[in-house]
């Protein structure tokens, strides 16, 4: 299975302000999501990164308030933009698992915390 | 709309009894069903899935579940609980041709010693 990193892997933030997280894989990917889940509840998709071209955003997701990077098949950022304690989540990205149809694997989480 | 129930927020079980941890489905074609286990402070696991074929799939951990096309269901099970299977547990379905997971709202299981 893929080895997924994320940092940071917690914040606390001011309200205002913007955080990026990022998530590193070791292996390359084609597909890469962004996941939010709020406190006591479940996951819910933002976006899909796929390298080289824009995200993919989930109704309810808009890019001026969550912009995705996608600069190589290891490599993503989410940036949680001019934020409010509504923001205030995990923040969860994982990967396609190659050979595995349809399988994501996640990694550890960004807990964010606003003020 | 696609989605998934987890009708119990909590399930409660002795070490070393059997456990299930349930979950019905809601989706226009073929489902493919997932578990995803989640300790504190860490990302999801994955458990197992079920895309096709044999109804019983077994998993990590000594996991398994069973697909019940007719009951919409595909109940988590485990013959023996441990302690360290205390966790929050996530059913999550797509439907073929697509990526995107539906995820249920999540169950927790707490196994007493």
């Known amino acids: 299975s893929a080895v997924i990193s994320q940092k940071p892997s917690r914040d606390i933030c001011q309200r205002g302000t913007s955080l990026t997280i990022q998530c590193q894989v070791d292996s390359q990917v084609t597909m890469m999501f962004w996941y939010r889940q709020q406190p006591g509840q479940s996951l819910t998709l933002i976006a899909t990164?796929?390298?080289?071209?824009?995200?993919?955003?989930e109704s309810g997701f808009v890019i001026d308030k969550f912009p995705i990077s996608r600069p190589n098949l290891t490599f993503s950022t989410l940036t949680v933009s001019n934020m409010s304690p509504e923001d205030s989540s995990i923040y969860l990205c994982?990967?396609?698992?190659?050979?595995?149809?349809?399988?994501?694997?996640f990694g550890p989480g960004t807990r964010l915390l606003v003020l | 709309a696609q989605s998934v129930a987890q009708p119990e927020d909590q399930v409660n079980v002795a070490e070393g009894n059997p456990l299930t941890v349930k979950c019905t489905y809601s989706v226009s074609g073929n489902p493919y069903l997932f578990w995803y286990v989640q300790y504190p402070n860490r990302g999801l696991q994955f458990l197992l899935k079920?895309?096709?074929?044999?109804?019983l799939v077994k998993g990590s951990y000594g996991f398994e579940a069973e697909f019940n096309k007719s009951q919409t269901s595909f109940h988590l099970k485990k013959p023996s609980a441990l302690v360290s299977d205390s966790a929050l547990y996530f059913c999550a379905v797509i439907t073929s041709g697509t990526y995107k997971y539906i995820f249920g709202t999540g169950t927790r299981l707490k196994v007493l010693a």
């Open positions: 079920y895309i096709t074929g044999d109804n």
């Open positions: 994982s990967v396609e698992a190659s050979g595995l149809q349809e399988t994501q694997y």
């Open positions: 990164a796929n390298q080289g071209s824009e995200a993919t955003y």
